[in-house]
């Protein structure tokens, strides 16, 4: 038998809310699809311009460094 109780509502129980994942659905669950539209693109820029902060750091590196870089296709 599960210890869950039966009217277990996932993002609501006390456990849900000491979990980072579990505060992130139980913010989300009301949000406007307009909003999560907005923090998706907000959150592929700011993976993008991790990317290419992350990009120019290699190759400043290879530019110092005796390896030779090898692409893999």
């Known amino acids: 038998m599960s210890d869950r109780p039966k009217n277990f509502v996932p993002g609501e129980a006390p456990d849900c809310m000491a979990c980072p994942i579990g505060l992130t659905f ?3 669950r009301e949000v406007r699809p307009e909003v999560m539209e907005h923090l ?9 311009a991790f990317k290419a902060f992350t ?4 190759d400043r590196m ?7 870089r090898i692409e893999i296709d």
Not at 40 to 48: R, S
Not at 62 to 68: H, Q, T
Request: hydrophobic share 50%; no cysteine; aromatic share 8%.
């Open 26 to 28: 139980f913010a989300v």
């Open 40 to 48: 998706m693109k907000a959150g592929m820029e700011l993976f993008l």
């Open 55 to 58: 990009d120019g750091a290699v």
């Open 62 to 68: 290879d530019r110092r460094s005796p390896l030779e």
